[in-house]
């Protein structure tokens, strides 16, 4: 099994019936390429832009559902938290712990998630610099754990857009932890006009660009049909999509392998 990994799933549960669909086309893919992909939704979007937004079927829901993935389909699975008292009630279902890139500087938050044991994915802030992502991986592993990823979504240098630097998941791989480029979240153009809007036709070219420098992990949303998503409809990819690019991605994840093998 190739050593990269992907994180894909629709950006919340939208219903029982719909997530265990993509989770089924999401093994036969692990499956089929012989990768790992944990499988990523949320029970709750806390920061959705608008108050009428849809949100997802809450904590208790929603963790049975994710439970019913890990059953039938023997996946991984990852959720977000938005509140420290959450990590406690998400660690007995789920193999890795979110924090939102919001929150990303939240100790309360980043102290309970590493208490669980479980991996802590730390999403890197819109507002953050990649050398200062450091002390959010000290606030982990000042409980005594070290199973962090940090996970890039671009950067907002003004209104409703956001910047991906490349140097910058380099440089965060100096602080050992796997660092996952998030392609679908950093294609997205963020609350406007009420609603975030996004630029998806794009995505696949930074997964091959994050994919050439040497990121551990793909963060992709997917879902059966983007455009009736109840989230982040204009940045998910569709199943076919994302299969079509899987190939393409393995490959540059490969020559770079052998170039950092050689160097």
């Not at 809450?58 to 023997?74: A, Q, R, T, Y």
């Not at 962090?148 to 910058?168: A, Q």
Request: charged share 25%.
């Amino acid at each position: 099994m190739n050593k990269h990994f992907f994180i894909a799933g629709p950006c919340v549960i939208e219903s029982r019936e719909k997530a265990l669909y993509t989770a089924e086309k999401i093994k036969k893919l692990a499956e089929k390429y012989d990768i790992n992909i944990i499988f990523k939704s949320s029970f709750d979007k806390a920061n959705r832009t608008s108050v009428n937004s849809f949100r997802g079927p809450g904590i208790d829901e929603g963790l049975s559902i994710l439970e019913s993935v890990k059953k039938e389909f023997s996946l991984k699975v990852l959720t977000d938290i938005h509140i420290p008292q959450q990590a406690a009630v998400v660690k007995d279902v789920v193999d890795v712990i979110q924090i939102p890139a919001f929150l990303c500087r939240q100790t309360d938050m980043l102290v309970e998630a590493g208490k669980t044991g479980k991996i802590v994915n730390i999403k890197k802030g819109q507002f953050m610099s990649p050398w200062d992502m450091r002390y959010a991986v000290e606030k982990v592993k000042s409980t005594g754990n070290d199973n962090i990823w940090i996970t890039e979504r671009g950067t907002s240098f003004g209104y409703n857009n956001l910047v991906v630097d490349f140097r910058g998941m380099r440089i965060m791989k100096e602080f050992e932890c796997p660092v996952i480029y998030d392609v679908t979240h950093s294609m997205q153009l963020p609350s406007a006009n009420g609603v975030s809007g996004g630029t998806r036709q794009y995505a696949k070219w930074l997964a091959f660009a994050a994919a050439s420098i040497g990121v551990d992990g793909l963060f992709l949303e997917v879902h059966s049909n983007p455009e009736e998503a109840l989230s982040d409809a204009s940045v998910m990819l569709d199943l076919d999509t994302f299969e079509e690019i899987i190939p393409i991605i393995l490959k540059h994840w490969n020559i770079t392998e052998e170039y950092e093998a050689s160097s």
